[in-house]
């Protein structure tokens, strides 16, 4: 075999493997493909500088790395709204007016979501979902999947993206194979195919029948009009193409395809949490535009919850990094949906006794997709005498110190518990919070156990020999942590707020604080912190007061870290200089126009005054409104006010 032959045999490979693995529709047989295979293997073998970057050998693995390097995506990859009813679908379908416009329905597919870039026409990177932003280079294992094309046609930057998923019964059958040979068993298809996917050896990653199920895109520049056109676009680039997709123009016939769907749940090859349903026009979903958490255009409707019925064995007591006592409900394990499940959430007290369960009885349990599952009935009538109360806890569980009874929660109150000082660096260091990678549950407590640890302050003070004295940490391991801790200490403002774990006070709040008073954000009273749209009085008092109460510690805190408020320049335009105040419900949140107002050199005041000069307002504006026609404050429109400038 020469070149050209060896080159002629790889396309003639890849084109079998297509109609094998893609099309499901094999054009050779297995002995025809082995016996191919092996001739370009031996081509490979006397040739080693003339291998084709195509060449499905490359799919067979082996590939050992020492960990994952972190990639951007070209474009943000988002996570999905969840909605759970027909109710919720029309509510979904009335905000930013959505009704009439035409739909794109497919499966939602239960797997680890991959973002695939190609760059004439070779696929140059694969990257996990990460937090949306920033995920981890996976190409290696990526490229061991087999209906993965690694060459398409079309030569342009294009990102394409889908789901990494594993068949049911390629999952049993991998079970099957482990339990021969004594290994323990995977959990269920959804963290067997993400955790394949982080294997550090690409070989483990091709032994275990993954495929990629592609459902979006990302950056690219093909100038389509319709999501449809786009996936079609996909799919004749060798993507394996899903058959349930469905064109829909109301309510009503979502909710048919919906069903259907839910029909087929059970005989779907791969398992389904739901049906995605999107604008199929592309100008539309654009100008729909996105919230801080989901694109506005997109939903996902989640199939009905799995409800199993169990035993509850006892009930135990967690204690959160704000001190609140947790009950959680020890069950009788049982399978739902390929999970098995050994505990469900109970709550709080309240619901204990709304529940009126006790030790013993038999409950049942609902879990869909993500959420931690929850025991939903008691069957009482099955008592048999053997129940035993459930009694709410007086003591610390983890520290012993007498707990604060407050009624609905009860709560630990010394800063010092041991639960309370690791659940508070666990939060710290986490992905959506200062993303400190290697700094884990189980470093976290390894940490504290030796000492090393009693408070997030500590982290930034940690050694290269503190780390060598600990079981398991090698050179290249305490490089990589000491690494990640170094590179977290000039974090995004909100990233750093987000943190703290200030109660009430999430990830879209602190990017609200962190926007709106970048320099401030340490002094703000409750009067300033209530007058952020979307925050009410439990949100300001418990912001307020934990800035006033760890004063000290975050002093300590910010020896080390460095906030980098998110800083805009100001430019020169119709509104440089005056003063503005927004009233009513506008297009967007308040909060963003007071951004676009500020970037044009405006000030935002919160009330009217002979100083105002404008008074921008949207519908249901109140007191605000009258206040400017009463001083001749003029009022303008978002109309109005992009005539002035570009919004």
Not at 426 to 443: E, P, V
Not at 626 to 645: F, H, N, S, Y
Request: charged share 25%; hydrophobic share 40%.
């Amino acid at each position: 075999m020469d070149k050209k032959e060896y080159l002629e045999a790889v396309d003639t490979l890849n084109a079998w493997a297509k109609a094998y693995y893609t099309d499901d529709a094999p054009i050779a047989t297995d002995e025809e493909y082995d016996e191919l295979y092996h001739k370009v293997l031996e081509f490979e073998r006397a040739n080693l500088g003339e291998i084709s970057m195509f060449s499905p050998t490359k799919r067979v693995g082996g590939e050992v790395s020492e960990g994952f390097v972190k990639a951007r995506h070209g474009a943000r990859m988002w996570s999905m709204e969840d909605i759970f009813s027909f109710d919720e679908l029309l509510a979904w379908l009335k905000r930013g007016d959505k009704e009439g416009l035409e739909f794109a329905l497919q499966p939602k597919f239960d797997g680890a979501s991959l973002n695939l870039l190609y760059e004439n026409g070779a696929l140059v990177r694969a990257i996990t979902r990460g937090d949306g932003i920033t995920g981890e280079d996976v190409t290696s294992n990526a490229k061991v999947i087999k209906n993965i094309p690694l060459q398409i046609a079309y030569s342009g930057r294009i990102e394409i993206r889908g789901e990494v998923v594993i068949a049911k019964n390629d999952f049993d059958e991998i079970n099957f194979a482990r339990a021969q040979r004594g290994e323990s068993q995977l959990s269920n298809p959804r963290n067997a195919a993400a955790g394949s996917l982080r294997q550090l050896d690409s070989a483990v990653t091709a032994s275990r029948r993954l495929r990629f199920k592609p459902w979006g895109y990302g950056e690219q520049n093909l100038g389509l009009e319709t999501y449809s056109q786009m996936m079609d676009f996909i799919y004749s680039q060798g993507f394996e193409r899903e058959e349930f997709f469905k064109i829909c123009r109301s309510a009503e016939q979502i909710e048919e395809a919906y069903k259907q769907l839910v029909a087929q749940r059970d005989s779907k090859p791969f398992m389904m949490d739901g049906l995605v349903v999107r604008v199929q026009s592309i100008a539309a979903s654009e100008e729909l535009g996105y919230t801080e958490k989901f694109p506005k255009f997109m939903v996902a409707y989640k199939f009905p919850a799995i409800e199993k019925t169990t035993r509850l064995l006892d009930v135990a007591f967690q204690v959160g990094r704000s001190g609140v006592v947790t009950p959680v409900g020890v069950l009788e394990p049982v399978n739902i949906d390929g999970a098995i499940v050994k505990s469900a959430t109970l709550h709080n007290f309240d619901e204990i006794e709304r529940l009126g369960v006790q030790k013993g009885d038999f409950i049942s349990i609902i879990r869909s997709g993500d959420v931690i599952p929850k025991i939903t009935g008691v069957f009482k009538q099955r008592r048999d005498g053997s129940q035993t109360p459930i009694e709410r806890p007086h003591e610390c569980p983890v520290c012993g110190s007498m707990l604060l009874d407050e009624g609905v929660f009860v709560k630990c109150q010394n800063l010092e518990c041991k639960a309370r000082v690791i659940n508070s660096l666990i939060h710290f260091a986490s992905k959506k919070c200062l993303n400190i990678d290697g700094l884990g549950d189980a470093i976290v407590n390894q940490l504290f156990e030796a000492g090393l640890v009693a408070k997030i302050a500590d982290i930034y003070e940690l050694t290269a020999q503190d780390l060598a004295r600990l079981e398991g940490f090698k050179d290249k391991k305490i490089a990589n942590l000491l690494g990640a801790i170094e590179a977290s200490r000039t974090p995004a403002l909100h990233s750093f707020i987000a943190s703290l774990g200030i109660e009430h006070i999430g990830e879209v709040a602190a990017k609200k604080i962190a926007q709106i008073y970048p320099q401030n954000w340490r002094e703000l009273s409750f009067g300033e912190v209530a007058a952020i749209e979307g925050f009410g009085e439990a949100m300001a008092e418990s912001y307020a007061e934990f800035m006033q109460v760890n004063r000290q510690n975050l002093d300590e805190i910010l020896r080390f870290v460095s906030p980098q408020a998110q800083s805009f320049e100001t430019k020169q335009s119709a509104i440089s200089g005056k003063t503005f105040v927004i009233t009513g419900t506008l297009s967007k949140g308040r909060d963003e126009f007071k951004r676009v107002l500020e970037v044009n050199g405006a000030k935002v005041s919160g009330s009217v005054s002979k100083k105002t000069d404008f008074v921008l307002y949207g519908d249901e504006a109140g007191s605000k409104l009258d206040k400017a026609r009463e001083l001749g404050v003029k009022a303008i429109t978002e109309d109005e006010l992009r005539q002035m400038i570009e919004i």
